[in-house]
């Protein structure tokens, strides 16, 4: 069963003394169990060091951050492995995956990792590679594309199978970290489609960080704006996109494009 994941007035900061900086600033945001929520907002306004922190890539500097009754934050020992029931999807795939190992060993990884954490037996070299290739098809790829180094692969390829390890690890949470911004435009509808069908499917929540409000418009149910490490609005997607209570949030969707 997915749980919520909320974050309750944290805050996390960089540097000390006089050099501190502060990234995010006492936010408090739930996202709901099987919802898409769009986290948007300018560079450097907090969205993805919020996400990071749920993942254990940062630590709160005060708050703390839950799935479900469980804390997350500073997690240690079995909490821990519930942390592992958030994955996160990157804007670069290409960063993410080892350069010298294959697409299938990558995968291979990633679904021995899950087993360890849920302390079941680890099965067969060959059913795992089984699974490695339902994972491809699950994302549209061919089971041969399990030999690819990550080189060889396209970049919406890449981003795909990003996405199959994360769902390898059997997640109640995705963070999808501007997953299309470094896609050409028309490979990103390909990649907003296949999350939306795995989400729908698998039931996961989804934390979607952009700063694409079209895109957001089109995917995401509920919308949270950041600015500055500060949430400053929260609210229905298109009721914050068409009547948006926040001075800031409407010169965001004042600087979005139109034909």
Avoid: W
Wanted: include cysteine; charge should be negative.
């Amino acid at each position: 069963m997915t749980r919520a994941l909320s974050f309750e007035t944290v805050s996390i900061s960089y540097g000390r003394g006089a050099q501190t900086f502060t990234a995010v600033d006492s936010v408090s945001l739930r996202l709901e169990p099987g919802e898409i929520l769009g986290l948007v907002g300018e560079s450097g306004s907090g969205k993805s060091t919020l996400a990071r922190a749920a993942v254990g890539l940062v630590e709160p500097a005060a708050g703390s951050i839950r799935l479900g009754d469980t804390v997350i934050s500073r997690a240690t020992g079995t909490d821990l492995r519930e942390r592992r029931r958030i994955q996160m999807i990157f804007q670069d795939p290409q960063s993410c995956f080892d350069p010298r190992r294959t697409i299938g060993e990558s995968l291979d990884e990633a679904l021995v990792s899950a087993y360890r954490r849920e302390g079941e037996p680890c099965p067969s070299r060959q059913a795992r590679a089984a699974r490695v290739g339902e994972l491809l098809d699950s994302v549209s790829l061919p089971g041969e594309r399990a030999a690819s180094l990550p080189a060889e692969l396209s970049g919406g390829q890449r981003q795909r199978v990003a996405v199959a390890r994360a769902i390898a690890a059997e997640p109640e949470v995705i963070l999808a970290d501007e997953i299309t911004s470094a896609l050409d435009v028309s490979v990103q509808g390909t990649v907003l489609n296949l999350l939306r069908e795995l989400q729908r499917d698998l039931g996961f929540s989804v934390l979607f960080i952009s700063h694409n409000l079209a895109v957001v418009r089109a995917v995401c149910e509920r919308v949270a704006v950041m600015r500055g490490g500060r949430l400053v609005e929260v609210g229905e997607t298109l009721r914050v996109m068409e009547s948006p209570d926040q001075e800031y949030t409407r010169d965001l969707i004042a600087a979005v494009p139109s034909l």
